[in-house]
């Protein structure tokens, strides 16, 4: 075999077994970064009714976002995220309004999650959940 | 190809990269009898920058806090996806390196690399390696783990011995009059900025040193052994007709990188509970000490040695005085002669050494 080619070929494998050696080190440290699916969330969050009074508002966590569930007066329980369609501000609850304010530009939400007034171009999303006597389960 | 040309030649006009090539690669030349031993620096240089690449991905997940730590470091051993692999690496690592940092230490002085006129050179290296025992004392406090709490109470209990100012110092280094959190905070920040910050400055001064004095030639396989230099005048030692750094040189490091991650790695796949004792996973007490509580490896001949004497203080000044000795060591020894079988004295006090921290090592490890 000439010395050129002989060369080549050593190189080349040399390339070979660095380029793998690159990829199993690379590979753990990506695992190692890359958040985790279930970091900080719960897949169900579930309260006691009795504990949200009428007209009132209660913010917790929701894979990994920031939801509200609502008592409005005269109105039925609701669970949204509280995330704002417009550019991600959390949504804040007026009590004495029954809405939601956001705090950024200004957009308002309706007990319902609907778009009231502001540069939200869409509602709240709604979450789903299940109310079990005086339990309500969201998620 | 042709767009490589051309990004050359751009850069070429610019820098003079042809003329940069030339002066620190290929056209470097180094002794044509350099042995294996030459290539430990680089090895270092390789650890270092691992053990600051696996620090930085620990920083993602540990949190300095006293109440948070301990459950963190667990986080990352149990639940992060590879932590535990990210930190084996730094635990591993950090003992290696100061083994290496040793090994690399040895070789200078068996070859008599330390002598005129590169003093400054051994003087650099003996501040890195003060360096690298600090930043190996303060990382160990962060895990905040039963072993992390009491091996640091030990160590900075031992500056209480220095007279008048030994009970001030120790509530400096712990932020307070017992090590906890303050300690943690200081330590933390010593070990992620202030020390790798110091280790990264004076390697930069020990490679620049190494380069304007050139490379010693090895005192073996040359019949001319004693060193030309005559102490009259700067005179860069080049080695004409040597080896050059690039490719040679390098590939020759690269090799003895390649034999240290032999090594390491089989440590950390297979054998790094040596380095993590049974107290090493049970979270900080501050209330109850552990029975036969000790200093990592490379501080046990010191914690024997305090042992020893009955005064602390004197243990101390002992210690102080060794250390500095070999700090000190080119301007003691001041012979020409560099060869280590040429040498008598010097090889009766550095095997001499050697064994006797070693048989300290043993001692403290059984006491």
Redesign the interface.
């Known amino acids: 075999m000439e010395i050129s080619s002989r060369r080549k070929f050593l190189t080349t494998c040399l390339g070979v077994i660095g380029v793998t050696g690159l990829g199993a080190a690379l590979y753990p440290l990506f695992r190692y970064l890359s958040p985790s699916k279930d970091a900080g969330t719960k897949q169900k969050v579930t309260f006691q009714l009795t504990e949200l009074a009428e007209g009132e508002a209660r913010y917790f966590q929701m894979d990994g976002k920031a939801s509200v569930l609502v008592k409005p007066k005269g109105g039925t329980v609701a669970a949204f995220s509280a995330v704002c369609t417009h550019l991600g501000c959390i949504v804040q609850w007026q009590k004495s309004q029954g809405q939601f304010l956001c705090p950024c530009h200004g957009g308002q939400f309706s007990a319902q999650g609907a778009v009231l007034g502001g540069p939200p171009p869409k509602p709240l999303e709604k979450l789903p959940f299940v109310v079990n006597g005086t339990t309500i389960t969201i998620g | 190809m042709f767009l490589f040309r051309k990004i050359h030649n751009w850069l070429n006009v610019r820098l003079g990269v042809d003329d940069l090539v030339e002066k620190q690669l290929t056209g470097y030349l180094l002794p044509a009898n350099i042995n294996r031993w030459y290539s430990l620096g680089s090895v270092l240089l390789f650890i270092f920058t691992l053990q600051v690449i696996s620090g930085v ?1 620990l920083l ?1 997940y540990y949190v300095p806090d006293a109440d948070k730590a301990f459950t963190s470091v667990n986080a990352i051993m149990n ?5 535990w ?2 930190r084996l690496c730094h635990v591993v690592g950090s003992n290696m390196m100061v083994l290496v940092l040793i090994l690399h230490m040895l070789s200078v002085l068996f070859m008599g690399s330390y002598k005129r006129p590169r003093e400054l050179n051994w003087l650099s290296g003996f501040v890195i390696f003060t360096l690298v025992m600090a930043i190996s004392l303060t990382g160990y406090l962060l895990p905040w783990s039963q072993l992390s709490f009491w091996a640091t109470t030990v160590a900075t209990n031992s500056a209480g011995a220095i007279p008048f100012v030994g009970s001030y110092l120790v509530e400096f280094l712990r932020g307070g009059a017992l090590v906890g959190p303050y300690t943690l905070g200081r330590f933390f920040a010593l070990h992620v900025a202030v020390i790798p910050i110091g280790i990264v400055a004076i390697i930069g001064l020990h490679l620049f040193l190494l380069e304007r004095i050139g490379v010693s030639t090895p005192p073996f396989g040359l019949s001319d052994t004693k060193n030309p230099w005559k102490d009259d005048r700067f005179r860069h030692e080049d080695h004409p007709g040597g080896i050059p750094f690039f490719p040679n040189y390098l590939l020759s490091d690269m090799t003895s990188v390649a034999i240290y991650l032999v090594f390491f790695l089989l440590i950390l796949f297979f054998a790094s509970n040596i380095f993590l004792p049974k107290d090493a996973f049970i979270p900080a007490n501050p209330f109850q000490t552990p029975a036969h509580i000790k200093p990592e490896w490379y501080f046990l001949s010191n914690y024997q040695t305090l042992k020893i004497f009955p005064n602390e203080f004197i243990g101390l000044m002992v210690q102080g005085a060794g250390m500095t000795f070999l700090a000190l060591l080119p301007f003691i020894d001041r012979g020409p002669e560099r060869h280590p079988l040429k040498r008598p004295l010097f090889m009766v006090c550095a095997v001499g050494g050697i064994l006797l921290w070693i048989g300290l090592m043993i001692w403290g490890h059984y006491s």
Do not use: N
């Open positions: 991905l993602v639940t992060v996806p590879y932590g692999l990210i």
